[in-house]
């Protein structure tokens, strides 16, 4: 094969290799990293004693509570003044251990009714053609237990009730489905073709030192690359958001849910920078060949001796 088909074959299978990594890394997390129920809850669990996240919790449920107690005794006028003691005594909840048990227990069941409908399970239930529910009454469950064991009299009272929370809309389950079969695929092959690409372009290469510094410096550019994307996507989350939804609450959510993203991502950029490094100074540290040896005589220098005329038979 010519030397200039070789090197532009090899750079184009480095260049794809480079732009494969950035995608697949993102695709490999959302397939593996957010699937997974287990590490889902780890992530979600410090965010149980973050105080965005906490105030957030105590609005949302006080303004419940307080709808409630409107709809069924209909006291709208005292809620001015019973206001401000229910939201203290949530925020008072927020920090109790129940509240990081129900915290716990609250995602895992969330996670695992969202998990079912887009795998398309048979125990996802009626998917297809209705919302994706969850029922409380596991956490409700926990919590009365909680309160149990910290000697809460009252909380032997607390009703067990299934309760069926939306989670997921009807017309949502599809195409969510289907985006979450194609990062399950994409997930697997495209660190897979990554490495490929990238091993095939440096053995192709003419100058293969060369292609090694390139594809280095390009994982790190797609870790530089990923790591944009991460902050530019959590401004178009936060603006996105529907109105009165807490935007730290919300930001503190997006972090712990890319934390392991991010931390890939500068693995990335740390590992190529690496590697081009390490490449360029083992080539600059390379001994320098010694020179072959001209030959020479070692004898003193002597006259010539006269050369005998040349006879006929030696011209």
Partial sequence: MPPRLRSALSAALIAVSCLLVPFGALAAWAAYGLADTGRYVTAMAPLAADPDVREAVAETVGDGILREVDQRMHVRPLQGSVAPF???????????????KAWDTGNRVTHDAVLRALRGDATAGDADDG?????????????KQQLTDDHITLAARIPVEHTAVPVLEAHEVAPLRKGFHVLEVAGFWCPVAAVVFAVAGIALAVHRRRAIVATALGTALGGGLLNLALVVGRGLTLDGLAEGVSHPAAGAVYDALTGTLRTASWLLIGLGLGAALTTLLTRRLRPPRPARPQPHSTEPTQSPSPSPEPTRAKV
Avoid: G
């Fill in 86 to 100: 229910v939201h203290e005594a949530v925020r008072s909840f927020t920090q109790t251990r129940a509240f990081r």
């Fill in 131 to 143: 919302p994706v529910t969850v029922d409380l009454a596991p956490v409700t469950a926990q919590v």
